[in-house]
Each structure stands twice: as C-alpha cells, then as structure tokens.
C-alpha cells in the first residue's frame, strides 16, 4: 500500500510540475529559437518511430514510370518548393521562417524509403509546417509526387526546369 501511496504521490507533483511548466511561459515557442538538444532528440525519435510504426500497410507502385513522374515534377513545383525549395532556385520567405527548417528532399530521397515519404506526405506532421496533403489529395494524386523525388536527387537547376517545362499538361497540377 505505501508504494501505490507514493506512485500516486509521485504522480501528482510530476503533474503539478507540468502543469506549472506549461503556465509558466519559461519555454519559448518562437519560431526564431531552436531547440535545445534534448527537446530535438526527443521531437526527432518519436517522430521517427511513430512513422516507422506505421508503414507496414504501404506498397508502393512502380516509381519508375516516366509518366508519373513527369506528372509528379508538376504537382512538386505546385506543392511542395514553397517550403522545400527547388534546385536552382533561393529559399522562399516562407522557407527562411520555418522551424524546424523543411527538409532538403533530394536528401530525404536518398536517406528515406518511398513509403516513408509517402506517409509523411499524405499524413503531414504536428508542429512543423508540413501539412497533410491526403485531406486534399487522394493516395494516387500523392504518388507520383514520390516517383519525382526519386530522380530529385540527380537534377540541378537547369536539368529541374527542363522536366518541368517536358511536363506540360501532366498531373493534377499541370498548367
């Protein structure tokens, strides 16, 4: 009994603790500030392992196909280079003011699975910027925009613009 008496003990200053913590103001939410490095290592690794665990229903379709991602240079141009930024071209505004800065995605390509980029995509993550285009975009609006990041890596900014302008008309996006 003494132990359930300090568990519940324990509890309750932990939440008192919190509490105060939260109504202080002591933390600073400012997007001009970075985290420290225990805050990015925890927002990191759960972000990491909540992804992870929530892949294993993915497939992705074949991303080699021309076509797709011709349609997929359309919709990333329209969608994602506010934020991301595309080869050739400097940081947006926008860009500049995020915090946690939006990903270089020729890396990502490189570092991360499509299903992973899938999901970040088509889901969106709390508290960094990025949106969820799947409340927008069906799953096959969305894919063809992963088939594109896997050549992103290979393209600068001439090589960028030449599929964009090879593109005309493809994807949901197409102007």
Request: hydrophobic share 40%; with cysteine.
């Given at each position: 009994?003494?132990?359930?008496?300090?568990?519940?003990?324990?509890?309750?200053?932990?939440?008192?603790?919190?509490?105060?913590?939260?109504?202080?103001?002591?933390?600073?939410?400012?997007?001009?500030?970075?985290?420290?490095?225990?805050s990015s290592w925890l927002l990191e690794t759960t972000r990491e392992r909540s992804i992870e665990a929530r892949?294993?229903?993915?497939?992705?379709?074949?991303?080699?196909?021309?076509?797709?991602?011709?349609?997929?240079?359309?919709?990333?141009?329209?969608?994602?280079?506010?934020?991301?930024?595309?080869?050739?071209?400097?940081?947006?505004?926008?860009?500049?003011?995020?915090?946690?800065?939006?990903?270089?995605?020729?890396?990502?390509?490189?570092?991360?699975?499509?299903?992973?980029?899938?999901?970040?995509?088509?889901?969106?993550?709390?508290?960094?910027?990025?949106?969820?285009?799947?409340?927008?975009?069906?799953?096959?609006?969305?894919?063809?925009?992963?088939?594109?990041?896997?050549?992103?890596?290979?393209?600068?900014?001439?090589?960028?613009?030449?599929?964009?302008?090879?593109?005309?008309?493809?994807?949901?996006?197409?102007?």
């Amino acid at each position: 009994m003494n132990i359930l008496k300090s568990v519940l003990a324990i509890m309750l200053v932990f939440g008192i603790a919190v509490i105060g913590f939260a109504y202080s103001g002591i933390f600073n939410v400012a997007a001009t500030q970075s985290h420290d490095p225990v805050s990015s290592w925890l927002l990191e690794t759960t972000r990491e392992r909540s992804i992870e665990a929530r892949l294993s229903d993915i497939q992705a379709p074949d991303l080699s196909d021309e076509k797709l991602r011709l349609a997929g240079i359309n919709d990333f141009d329209s969608m994602c280079t506010e934020c991301h930024t595309a080869p050739g071209r400097p940081p947006s505004s926008l860009a500049k003011g995020l915090n946690p800065p939006a990903p270089d995605l020729a890396e990502a390509a490189l570092e991360e699975s499509a299903e992973m980029l899938f999901w970040v995509t088509r889901n969106g993550i709390r508290m960094t910027g990025m949106p969820s285009w799947g409340v927008t975009h069906d799953d096959d609006d969305i894919w063809p925009v992963i088939a594109f990041l896997q050549v992103l890596p290979d393209l600068d900014g001439y090589s960028y613009q030449e599929m964009l302008e090879s593109a005309e008309g493809e994807g949901h996006h197409a102007e």
